[in-house]
C-alpha cells in the first residue's frame, strides 16, 4: 500500500536583495553576488553532453554506507570515505553525540534540492545570493513498537525553499518546478520504490 506523502514546496523569492556593492563589472554596472562558482555551468553541460549519449548501463550509479554499531544506539556510518556520526536524544537513553537517522532523511532531502536547484540556476545563469530549504516531516512514534498498527513511516514532509535573487521570479520557479523533477531523494519519495531487504546474523545471511 502506497503510502499518503504529501509534498509542500513553496518558494519565497527575495528579488533584488543583496547587491555586491563591491567593484563595477567592466561594463561600469555594479556586480551582483552570486554563491555559485562559474566553474559550475561548464561541469552541468559536460554531464549533461556525456548523460545523453549514454544507456542505462553507464549512467546507472550507486550509492552505498557502512554503518557500523558503536555502543548502545550510536553509530557511524561510512559513505565515500567520509563518516557520519548518529546517535539518539538522551530523552531515549541515547548519548546525543549526533542527529538521529530521521534528522538526517530531513537533511538528505533538503540538500538533494538545493544541489540541483545550484545546478539548474547555474545553466539558466541565475545569480543566487541566497537558498535556504527548510524540510519538516511528521511521523508518529508509535508506529516504532506497532502500537495500534501504526504505520511509522513519515505521514507528510513540507519543503520551504527561499532564495534571494535579482532574477526574474518565473525563471527562478521554472528551476524549482525542474528540481523537483529532478532530485534523485524527492523522486524516490513521489513513488513506490521497490526495496531488497536483507538480514545477515553472524556473517550468515538469514530467509526473511
Keep these: 500500500m502506497r503510502r499518503r506523502i504529501i509534498h509542500a514546496i513553496p518558494v519565497t523569492l527575495l528579488s533584488g536583495v543583496a547587491t555586491l556593492a563591491a567593484a563595477p563589472a567592466q561594463d561600469g554596472r555594479a556586480q551582483t553576488m552570486s554563491l555559485i562558482d562559474a566553474d559550475q ?55 546525543a553525540r549526533g542527529p538521529t537517522p530521521t534528522d538526517y532523511f530531513m537533511a538528505a532531502l533538503g540538500t538533494c534540492q538545493n544541489v540541483v ?37 513519515f505521514q507528510e514532509i513540507t ?23 529532478g532530485c534523485p531523494i524527492f523522486a524516490t519519495l513521489r513513488r513506490e520504490t521497490a526495496l531488497t531487504v536483507r538480514l545477515i546474523v553472524n556473517g550468515q545471511p538469514v530467509p526473511l
Design 117 to 153: 536547484f545550484v545546478r539548474y540556476a547555474a545553466l539558466e545563469q541565475l545569480a543566487i545570493e541566497a537558498l535556504e530549504t527548510t524540510v519538516t516531516g511528521i511521523w508518529d512514534r508509535r508506529g516504532l513498537y506497532g502500537i495500534a498498527g501504526v504505520d511509522p513511516g
Design 159 to 181: 519543503l520551504e525553499t527561499r532564495v534571494s535573487t535579482s532574477a526574474p521570479s518565473d525563471k527562478v520557479a521554472d528551476v524549482a518546478r525542474r528540481t523537483r523533477r
Design 41 to 95: 555551468k561548464p561541469a552541468v553541460e559536460k554531464s549533461l553532453l556525456e548523460l545523453k549519449s549514454a544507456g542505462p548501463a553507464q549512467a546507472a550509479t550507486t550509492n552505498k554506507a557502512v554503518v557500523t554499531l558503536v555502543a548502545n544506539q550510536h553509530s557511524i556510518a561510512v559513505t565515500r570515505g567520509f563518516n557520519v556520526v548518529q546517535d539518539e536524544p538522551a530523552s531515549v537513553a541515547g548519548g
